[in-house]
Structures are given as C-alpha cells and as structure tokens.
C-alpha cells in the first residue's frame, strides 16, 4: 500500500457494518471497509495518495455512506478529504482521541442532524421593503422609469437599503426558526448565508422518536411563510454541524 493510504469517512461504534453496496470515493468507488480498535471503529476506503478528491460524485459518496450510517447507529463525520497512511495510523487516531470519541458517540445515540434552508423570493421581499420603508419606496419612486445613468446616485443607496434590510430580515428569521422549533430539537446552530437571498439556514439535532414532531413543526413555519420566501427541510442526515470538536484534520 506504499501508493495508497485511506480515506477516512467517520468513527462509530466497533459493532457496525457497512452495508454490502456501500460505495466509497474515488473512480471506480472504492469498497467501505472498517477498522476496528477496542469499542471504536473508523469507516474507510483505499484511496490513491496521488488520487484527486473533491469531484461532485466523490462529495455524494462521503454524505450518502455517512447519512446512511447515521440512520442506525451513530456516527461521528470525519472532514471530507481526510486520509491516512494505513490501518495502524487510524488505529493510532481511535487511541489518541478513544475518550472524546466514546462520549461523543453516546451523546449522538439516536439523534440525527435537520437542516432547514430557505431563500427569498427577490419580489416578494423588495415589496416587503418598500412598504416597511418610507425611505426606500420613495427612492424606488425616483428611479421608477429613469434611465440608469441618470438616476444612478438613487439606484445605489436603494440597493443598500434593499441589502441593510434583508440582513435584518435575515437575522430576523433565523431567529424566530430557532424560537419556533427549539422545543423539538435538542441543539442547533445556524449557517452563514451562502446567497444574498438566503432567509434562513439552520442545522437542528433531533432526538429520532421525536422526527416527526420536528418535521411538523418546521412545515408550519414554511406554510406561514408561504409567497415571501421557499423552503426546504433537508434530512435525516449525520451530525455534522454538531461534531467539529472531534472532527480530524486532514
């Protein structure tokens, strides 16, 4: 294995399998083994060192073996494009961190990770602006049919008004998503924006006798939403907002 190390996915408990139709990365996918040391075991691949990582079907084999390994035991995601030596060098790592990693299995027994992401609709917003701000509806009067050069000066200062607004808002409805389903989740953590319309982006932790509580909950936010911004709920998938501390780095 001189040319090849592994790629490391996640650690979980020593008793779990991968199933037979686990794929890794890599091109062909590479068969999921597992290394085992004492009560911890780390989900791997062989992977060429000189192998390129990153491709979009690399990143859907990493999320689909840990969403799927999330649905039955807990498993703790390991950064993407994480690869080490050989067996010895991930059995050296489940030694090093064997404490951390024990007791953050049994707190992520039975729970899964929910991201909520939502985006707003540019219309329905800008209305919503305008009529909220005297201001800004009157500077949208003065450009209102106006060539672009010559109502440059007022096009500007709407447009900052426009994002200071949505930055609000923004913040606004993050934090009333987190108010409306803190009572069936036990923790989140909310995600920078990753698009100047982003509403709301927030990752829950959900105990799993309590899914469907949670799903509810976080449809009837959607529906009282329903024209200024789109929503979707993304899940079950394995904690990875809620693990970093016993990620392992690359």
């Not at 004492?38 to 060429?48: K, N, Q, R």
């Amino acid at each position: 294995m001189a040319d090849n190390g592994l790629f490391v996915y996640g650690i979980v408990p020593s008793d779990v399998e991968p199933t037979s139709d686990a794929e890794g990365v890599g091109d062909p996918p590479a068969e999921v083994t597992v290394v085992r040391r004492g009560d911890l075991a780390a989900l791997v691949s062989e992977v060429g060192l000189g192998e390129p990582l990153g491709r979009p079907a690399d990143l859907t084999a990493y999320q689909e073996l840990l969403d799927g390994t999330a649905a039955v035991a807990p498993v703790l995601p390991v950064r993407f494009g994480t690869v080490v030596t050989g067996p010895d060098a991930v059995a050296d790592l489940l030694d090093a961190h064997h404490d951390r990693f024990a007791e953050a299995l049994d707190e992520y027994e039975g729970r899964l990770q929910y991201t909520l992401h939502g985006r707003f609709d540019e219309q329905a917003l800008i209305r919503a602006v305008l009529a909220d701000n005297p201001a800004a509806a009157e500077l949208a009067g003065q450009v209102r049919g106006r060539p672009e050069q010559a109502s440059r000066e007022q096009r500007i200062r709407l447009g900052e008004i426009i994002s200071q607004a949505v930055e609000l808002r923004r913040e606004t409805e993050n934090r009333e998503l987190v108010d409306a389903l803190a009572g069936t989740s036990v923790a989140n953590a909310v995600r920078p924006p990753s698009s100047e319309l982003d509403s709301v982006h927030v990752a829950f932790l959900v105990d799993g006798d309590r899914e469907d509580e949670f799903v509810d909950a976080a449809e009837e936010f959607a529906r009282q939403r329903i024209g200024l911004m789109r929503l979707r709920l993304l899940g079950p998938l394995a904690p990875y907002d809620f693990v970093s501390a016993h990620q392992l780095a690359g």
